[in-house]
């Protein structure tokens, strides 16, 4: 399944917006369901969008996150806007073989990157 990669965390003020990259080796890529999980300090990490292999999405905020895919670059992509403080937090990108909000679904995961929201 190859190694994830994140990048495109940082600070940003309350209301702005980042685009979070997560870059896979190998390819298989296209064939795996790919995840977005985030998770704040003492807290469970927690799912915030997944794409299944076709393009099916699942979003825990639909109007303020987007993901997409480009199997070609073997890349997947969180768009988030409108950023509130509480969306502070480590973002993981996980594969899985199907798409599940349920991150024991996931078995390969990247090192996460940082998301930091200032208010």
């Known amino acids: 399944q190859g190694q994830l990669v994140e990048s495109g965390g940082g600070l940003v003020q309350a209301g702005g917006s980042l685009r979070l990259s997560c870059a896979g080796s190998?390819?298989?890529?296209?064939?795996?369901?790919m995840g977005w999980f985030r998770q704040a300090p003492y807290q469970e990490r927690e799912f915030v969008a997944g794409?299944?292999?076709?393009?099916v999405t699942a979003e825990s905020d639909k109007g303020r996150f987007t993901i997409s895919r480009d199997n070609a670059k073997g890349t997947v992509f969180l768009q988030m806007n409108s950023l509130k403080p509480e969306d502070t937090g480590v973002y993981y990108c996980?594969?899985?073989?199907?798409?599940?909000?349920?991150?024991?679904?996931?078995?390969?995961w990247g090192q996460g990157t940082q998301v930091t929201v200032s208010s």
């Open positions: 794409i299944s292999p076709s393009g």
């Open positions: 190998g390819d298989t890529f296209r064939h795996y369901a």
């Open positions: 996980a594969a899985g073989a199907y798409l599940s909000r349920d991150k024991n679904r996931y078995n390969v």
